[in-house]
């Protein structure tokens, strides 16, 4: 059974810091990348940072570019999102997502493009 479990999040105020898990099982977590997903209030979907299966390569949307890290420790199945510099607007329910395919990044909030996900955890910035 797939499982990608979240934690970590919470109320902060704006300029402090928050990481976020994504704990995952019964998938070869090495052999897929994974990405962060969020959804403000009133809002879509929006593609927050992926990273590749082994880690080494990121990428990340403009609006959180230099604030936020993502990362994994494949040794324990579990992806990161570390954000720091927090602003109001960043906050949000946030979702860990699993692409589908093996091996490939997806920076994109389709949905389709992914087939599990997070339960989702909400994130408040504000004073």
């Known amino acids: 059974e797939v499982q990608v479990v979240e934690s970590g999040g919470g109320l902060v105020q704006p300029g402090g810091s928050l990481r976020l898990s994504c704990a995952a099982s019964?998938?070869?977590?090495?052999?897929?990348?994974m990405s962060w997903v969020r959804q403000a209030p009133g809002k879509g979907l929006e593609w927050v940072s992926a990273?590749?299966?082994?880690?080494?390569?990121?990428i990340y949307a403009d609006s959180v570019k230099d604030r936020f890290t993502i990362s994994r420790d494949n040794a324990k199945n579990t992806l990161y999102l570390q954000m720091n510099s927090l602003k109001p607007e960043d906050t949000a329910v946030y979702y860990c997502?699993?692409?589908?395919?093996?091996?490939?990044?997806?920076?994109?909030?389709?949905?389709?493009?992914?087939?599990?996900w997070s339960q989702g955890t909400q994130v408040t910035v504000s004073s």
């Open positions: 997502a699993k692409p589908k395919k093996t091996f490939t990044v997806v920076a994109g909030s389709r949905v389709g493009e992914y087939d599990y």
């Open positions: 019964g998938f070869t977590f090495s052999s897929y990348a």
């Open positions: 990273i590749n299966s082994g880690g080494g390569s990121t």
